[in-house]
């Protein structure tokens, strides 16, 4: 897979600080039971990459020493750790909230079939990956049978009270755009997914994310080999809008990859960028250093997050007024 790290490192991105840190992001490991052309992350069954349980046990005093209100647990799948159930129980006892990157298929996997009860249980938000609402194109992003199991998900999800009434039972699901576009209005497109959601398979759900694909990893690869990678910055950048800037994610979101190591964002960190202060380059750092007011490393692939409604983990950043 044909790495786009050098063709993104000589930027004119503007220069951004971080502000104080409120969410530890926390990337347990590359393996997955999917293989997605949209993962940022190559994420795949044949990965090896999982966080020691010695690195596990320090999250919680973490999120303590740096008082962080929110755990964000990613992947791969990050269910499949051996230790997620005990990471998830850790921070809610600490009255931490706790943010599952679920792919859905993961709930009707053989031996995950408890799962959905226990991040119920658990109260644990799910952010969900579901990148259309029609089979042709969820599996064509992500492999056959992929959109029935994750219909099978919700269900399942629904069935135990997430995405409706209950607040501490938060569905929220993710969209990416098919190949090299910006994604749509967040808020129609939102509107579009509960109603064809609703119609066709009577599920629910909180809000809709729509992200923008980021140039790297195995979507920047599939750019470079349509030769389509230099059009995609070129779109990137001619919707650049500053007023992104003041809420992009790197500002109050940390990134930890599986081997403990600090990075601004999770992009970043799939592109070995670490965060430019070298004191403060490990989680254990956290425990007596806060990250406040340091530099952020930027590279071109920061118009991806600035872009239209700008893109975040939470989403876009600026509501698109109509015209």
């Given at each position: 897979?044909?790495?786009?790290?050098?063709?993104?490192e000589?930027?004119?991105?503007?220069?951004?600080?971080?502000?104080?840190?409120?969410?530890?992001?926390?990337?347990?490991?590359?393996l997955?039971?999917m293989?997605c052309?949209?993962c940022h992350?190559?994420?795949?069954?044949?990965?090896?990459?999982?966080?020691s349980?010695?690195?596990?046990?320090?999250?919680p005093q973490?999120?303590?020493?740096q008082d962080?209100?929110?755990?964000?647990l990613?992947?791969?799948?990050?269910e499949?750790?051996?230790?997620?159930k005990?990471?998830?129980?850790?921070?809610?006892?600490?009255?931490?909230?706790?943010?599952?990157?679920c792919?859905?298929?993961?709930?009707?996997?053989?031996?995950?079939?408890?799962?959905?009860?226990?991040?119920a249980?658990?109260?644990?938000?799910?952010?969900?990956?579901?990148?259309?609402?029609?089979?042709?194109?969820?599996d064509?992003?992500?492999?056959?049978?992929?959109?029935?199991?994750?219909?099978?998900?919700?269900?399942?999800?629904?069935?135990?009270?997430?995405?409706?009434?209950?607040?501490?039972?938060?569905?929220n699901?993710?969209?990416?755009?098919?190949g090299?576009?910006l994604?749509p209005?967040?808020?129609?497109?939102?509107a579009?997914?509960?109603?064809?959601?609703?119609?066709?398979?009577?599920?629910?759900?909180?809000?809709?994310?729509?992200?923008?694909?980021?140039?790297?990893q195995?979507?920047?690869?599939?750019?470079l080999?349509?030769g389509?990678?230099?059009p995609?910055?070129?779109?990137?950048?001619d919707?650049y809008?500053?007023?992104?800037?003041?809420?992009v994610?790197?500002?109050?979101t940390?990134?930890?990859?599986?081997?403990?190591e600090?990075?601004?964002?999770?992009?970043?960190?799939?592109?070995q960028?670490?965060?430019?202060n070298?004191?403060?380059?490990?989680?254990?750092?956290?425990?007596?250093?806060?990250?406040?007011g340091d530099?952020?490393?930027?590279?071109?692939?920061c118009?991806?997050?600035?872009?239209?409604?700008?893109?975040?983990?939470?989403?876009?950043?600026?509501?698109?007024?109509?015209?």
């Amino acid at each position: 897979m044909k790495s786009t790290i050098e063709l993104l490192e000589d930027t004119d991105f503007p220069a951004i600080k971080r502000r104080g840190l409120t969410v530890l992001q926390v990337n347990m490991g590359y393996l997955c039971n999917m293989s997605c052309v949209h993962c940022h992350v190559a994420a795949s069954p044949y990965r090896t990459e999982m966080m020691s349980r010695e690195l596990i046990e320090l999250i919680p005093q973490v999120l303590q020493a740096q008082d962080i209100d929110t755990l964000d647990l990613t992947g791969g799948a990050p269910e499949m750790h051996k230790d997620f159930k005990y990471l998830v129980k850790a921070a809610r006892k600490l009255g931490v909230k706790v943010i599952d990157r679920c792919n859905l298929t993961i709930l009707m996997e053989e031996g995950y079939e408890d799962m959905a009860q226990f991040l119920a249980d658990n109260e644990v938000e799910v952010v969900a990956s579901l990148p259309c609402y029609s089979l042709e194109n969820v599996d064509k992003q992500r492999g056959k049978g992929a959109f029935d199991d994750s219909i099978l998900g919700l269900h399942k999800l629904n069935a135990l009270g997430y995405g409706k009434d209950n607040p501490n039972l938060v569905l929220n699901l993710v969209y990416n755009p098919q190949g090299a576009s910006l994604p749509p209005n967040q808020q129609r497109l939102e509107a579009d997914y509960k109603r064809e959601l609703k119609e066709h398979f009577d599920i629910e759900f909180n809000q809709l994310f729509a992200l923008t694909n980021m140039p790297i990893q195995r979507f920047g690869a599939v750019l470079l080999a349509k030769g389509e990678f230099h059009p995609y910055m070129d779109l990137l950048k001619d919707n650049y809008d500053a007023r992104n800037l003041n809420d992009v994610m790197c500002r109050s979101t940390i990134s930890v990859n599986w081997l403990g190591e600090l990075f601004d964002c999770d992009f970043n960190q799939q592109l070995q960028i670490p965060v430019p202060n070298k004191s403060r380059r490990h989680l254990r750092d956290l425990l007596t250093q806060d990250p406040a007011g340091d530099d952020i490393a930027i590279a071109d692939h920061c118009y991806g997050c600035t872009a239209g409604q700008g893109s975040s983990c939470g989403g876009a950043l600026e509501e698109e007024t109509e015209t």
